[in-house]
């Protein structure tokens, strides 16, 4: 109702075009669900006011979805959350960077968030896998998925957050296919064969652009989101 609000404010958007931005604003930054049992999803406050301020402004909304106020220390939080994923722990980045929580995977996925953790658990491997979750929680790329079990499951709560972290994971792409990505995301659920045979034609490109490392760095990053990748196919 609050967004819808805002929308009804600015006097030279027409009702189509609102209901457009809304539903805009709705997969790019809505989705947030602060405890197990909460019903509706919330949506992240300063990127709805950043996208508002921007359209009043300039009568279209930003180009870049993450307000470049907070866009540099979200970039890095996920790239240490990859920087820090371990094979061995109980979740996939999957999770973090598609949304993805099938059923049959409910109880890995299920975990509870501490309200307070101390950053030295961050670099202590007994404690980094758990950490890492709370990390990823307070930061927004991961939220409370609407159960009817009221089970803690946690999921990528919209398309921004979903961006974000492939960008991390996946530098090194080229721009089209990085695109194509994105686009991906923000439509609908990207379908996985899809998402990666887009990333694995990447893999080819930036091993003949940028050198067999390059392409070798972006395969291990695809097989972290999901699973074993053969490069040689």
């Not at 600015?10 to 009702?15: E, F």
């Not at 930054?29 to 996208?51: A, I, K, S």
């Not at 180009?63 to 959350?81: H, I, Q, R, Y």
Request: aromatic residues 10%; hydrophobic residues 40%.
């Amino acid at each position: 109702a609050d967004v819808s609000r805002g929308l009804s404010m600015i006097d030279k958007l027409t009702p189509d075009q609102r209901a457009q931005y809304l539903e805009q604003m709705r997969v790019q930054y809505d989705g947030y669900r602060f405890v197990r049992t909460q019903q509706e999803p919330l949506f992240n406050t300063q990127y709805v006011l950043y996208f508002l301020d921007h359209l009043d402004r300039k009568g279209v909304p930003p180009e870049e979805l993450v307000d470049p106020a907070v866009s540099g220390s979200t970039d890095n939080v996920a790239k240490f959350l990859i920087a820090n994923y371990k094979a061995s722990a109980p979740y996939t980045l999957k999770n973090f960077a598609l949304g993805y929580v099938m059923e049959e995977e409910m109880g890995t996925f299920e975990r509870n968030v501490a309200p307070a953790f101390c950053s030295a658990a961050l670099f202590h491997e007994g404690t980094v896998s758990e950490s890492l979750i709370s990390l990823a929680y307070f930061h927004g790329f991961l939220t409370y998925k609407h159960d009817k079990a009221q089970r803690s499951v946690l999921t990528s709560p919209n398309a921004v957050m979903q961006t974000v972290y492939v960008h991390a994971l996946f530098t090194g792409l080229p721009e089209q296919l990085m695109g194509q990505l994105e686009a991906m995301i923000r439509n609908s659920k990207p379908d996985l064969k899809e998402f990666q045979r887009i990333v694995l034609l990447g893999i080819e490109e930036a091993s003949k652009a940028a050198g067999k490392a390059t392409g070798d760095e972006l395969g291990r990053s695809l097989s972290k989101v999901l699973g074993s990748v053969d490069l040689d196919k």
